[in-house]
């Protein structure tokens, strides 16, 4: 069993930055890929970005492609999400998620391929 706790959310202007962070706990963090997802009102969760165990692979979901990073340190078990040049687009309730099974490439995009997952995180952005 994984542990993950979302912090970091709030309220943002348009054009500001925030970074998310995870915190993990209960198995070896640096085994997992690891990811985030968000989700809006009414809108299915959608895939924000991913990281291999070492750190040295990321991918981003189309939408925050260039504007934001995803960084891990293993040695405190933390994973982190930068998100710049925000915009209300962006509102939604973040999410972190564990794959223990460490897939790449187009399986990190699937929420399907992640068996833990936080409660989430609000992030707000007004106009």
């Known amino acids: 069993q994984v542990q993950l706790v979302e912090s970091g959310g709030g309220l943002v202007r348009t054009g500001g930055s925030l970074r998310l962070s995870c915190a993990a706990s209960g198995r070896t963090f640096s085994a997992y890929t690891m990811g985030w997802f968000r989700q809006a009102p009414g809108k299915e969760r959608e895939f924000v970005a991913a990281?291999?165990?070492?750190?040295?692979?990321?991918y981003y979901g189309d939408s925050v492609r260039g504007r934001s990073t995803i960084s891990r340190d293993n040695a405190k078990e933390m994973v982190y999400l930068e998100l710049n040049r925000m915009n209300p687009d962006d509102t939604a309730n973040y999410y972190c998620?564990?794959?223990?099974?460490?897939?790449?490439?187009?399986?990190?995009?699937?929420?399907?391929?992640?068996?833990?997952w936080g409660q989430g995180t609000q992030v707000t952005v007004s106009s």
């Open positions: 990281i291999n165990t070492s750190g040295g692979i990321a």
């Open positions: 998620a564990a794959d223990p099974l460490a897939r790449l490439g187009a399986a990190t995009r699937a929420a399907g391929s992640y068996t833990y």
